[in-house]
């Protein structure tokens, strides 16, 4: 079992920053990919950038080169900074991580927390 803890939502102007801190706890050993999905009321949830391992990374073309993903891998944390914010980009935000035991993957979710961009 990982246990995610989301923390550094809350609200900004357009144009503003914020950093999105995971912290992940328990079987974390297992952890593969870390990642940030986003969802706003009525739509799916959607990948905002992922983080591998290896430090290989992925974003949503509506986040590249405003958003970047890190992880710190001795403290268990990956990280979203999120630049040039626009009011799109409010929703509540989810981290993600995978597992990998025997080929299986399984997802963990935080609980997410929730940004508001304001124009």
């Known amino acids: 079992q990982v246990q995610l803890v989301e923390s550094g939502g809350g609200v900004v102007q357009a144009g503003g920053s914020l950093r999105l801190s995971c912290v992940a706890t328990?079987?974390?050993?297992?952890?593969?990919?870390m990642g940030w999905y986003r969802q706003v009321p009525g739509k799916q949830r959607e990948l905002v950038a992922y983080?591998?391992?290896?430090?290989?990374?992925q974003y949503a073309d509506s986040t590249k080169g405003r958003f970047t993903i890190s992880r710190d891998n001795p403290k268990n944390t990956v990280y979203l900074q999120m630049n040039s914010l626009e009011p799109e980009d409010t929703a509540v935000y989810y981290c993600?991580?995978?597992?990998?035991?025997?080929?299986?993957?399984?997802?963990?979710w935080g609980q997410g927390t929730q940004v508001t961009v304001s124009s």
């Open positions: 993600n991580a995978v597992t990998m035991v025997l080929a299986i993957p399984r997802d963990y």
């Open positions: 328990g079987s974390v050993f297992r952890v593969n990919a």
């Open positions: 983080i591998t391992s290896g430090g290989g990374t």
